[in-house]
Nanobody
Framework: QVQLVESGGGLVQAGGSLRLSCAAS????????MGWFRQAPGEERVFVAA????????IYADSVKGRFSISRDNAKNTVYLQMNSLSPEDTASYYC?????????????????WGQGTQVTVSS
């Protein structure tokens, strides 16, 4: 069992930056693929980024590529999402998720554990 707690959300102006964190419980964090997803009001939850066990492999949604960066610190059981050049279109609740398999994937159904989410609001 893995419990995930996101933090770092808030209100930021367009063009600004935020770093989200996701702290995981459990001693096997390093064996989980980690992902970030987001859900805007009235929309479905969508993939943002994911990272492999070691951090050596990452994938991104086209909408955030070049602006967002996912990383992890296995010693701290934490995964991060650095978000730069934010725009109002990035406003959403952001969720981290953990997958017990080895494949880095965009599919929500592949992830076994989910956090409660943290709100990011970007003003214009």
């Amino acid at each position: 069992q893995v419990q995930l707690v996101e933090s770092g959300g808030g209100l930021v102006q367009a063009g600004g930056s935020l770093r989200l964190s996701c702290a995981a419980s459990g001693r096997t964090f390093s064996r989980y693929v980690m992902g970030w997803f987001r859900q805007a009001p009235g929309e479905e939850r969508v993939f943002v980024a994911a990272i492999s066990w070691s951090g050596g492999s990452t994938i991104y949604a086209d909408s955030v590529k070049g602006r967002f960066s996912i990383s992890r610190d296995n010693a701290k059981n934490t995964v991060y999402l650095q978000m730069n050049s934010l725009s109002p279109e990035d406003t959403a609740s952001y969720y981290c998720a953990a997958r017990s398999g080895a494949r880095v994937t965009r599919q929500q159904s592949d992830y076994d554990y989910w956090g409660q989410g943290t709100q990011v609001t970007v003003s214009s």
